[in-house]
């Protein structure tokens, strides 16, 4: 199994108050993305990593923010949750070959 | 730019019998790759299959098989002899081109059910 591991994996947080959710691999894979995943929607992207201080938005990016200070860690800021952030959050790592290796998934509810 | 649709939001199919998820993609880069994931109930994303946009021949990953279609830019998922175990959501994803910001983009998923 690919080194990948999210934290928390379960939160719970009042509206308006700033979240950091972890992503940290060890498998030194350049890409890094973080994605939602919300019922009908399938998996969205939200921000997305290519390299160290490398990043650029994905399709759902309002809200969030994201850096990447070394290889092996990606951080993804919700600077004010909204109930609208609620949903399950996923890390995935690749290169440029065939596969991207996801982590277990970070439940995040707002309250 | 860059997109995947998958029509089919459920399908049931009898144990025992082949299933085909559909995927439709749309890019204008003529390097790209395409994977499908299953995603259980316990919530881990499953690699499945891969196909590369100049691969000549359709991916095949044990009882997976990709049909690769260019021209009508499908690559639909093809699972011979559903097993129970097979039930899951599925998705098919794109990566495109080989430039340094490289993305990819998931479709909505299909829930697949496998009847007894």
């Known amino acids: 199994d690919a080194g990948i591991t999210q934290s928390p994996r379960h939160k719970v947080t009042e509206t308006g108050t700033p979240v950091t959710l972890r992503c940290h691999q060890t498998e030194n894979h350049r890409y890094m993305y973080w994605y939602r995943q919300d019922p009908g929607h399938g998996l969205r992207l939200i921000h997305y990593s290519y390299g160290v201080k490398d990043t650029d938005k994905g399709e759902v990016s309002d809200g969030y923010s994201v850096s990447r200070s070394k290889t092996e860690d990606f951080l993804l800021t919700l600077e004010s949750a909204t109930s609208s952030q609620t949903s399950v959050y996923f890390c995935a790592i690749s290169e440029r070959g065939p596969e991207a290796f996801f982590g277990q998934g970070t439940r995040l509810t707002v309250v | 730019a860059q997109k995947i649709t998958q029509t089919q939001p459920g399908m049931f199919v009898q144990e025992k019998e082949a299933v085909t998820l559909d995927c439709t993609y749309d890019t204008s880069d003529p390097s790209y790759g395409l994977f499908w994931y299953k995603q259980p109930s316990s919530g881990e994303m499953i690699f499945l299959i891969y196909?590369?946009?100049?691969?000549?021949q359709n991916a095949t990953e044990g009882r997976y098989s990709l049909n690769f279609q260019k021209a009508r830019k499908s690559a639909n998922l093809v699972i011979s002899a559903s097993q129970l175990g097979d039930s899951a959501m599925y998705f098919c994803?794109?990566?495109?081109?080989?430039?340094?910001?490289?993305?990819?983009?998931f479709g909505s998923g299909t829930r697949l059910s496998i009847r007894p």
């Open positions: 196909q590369g946009s100049y691969d000549q």
């Open positions: 994803a794109m990566r495109e081109g080989y430039s340094s910001a490289s993305k990819i983009i």
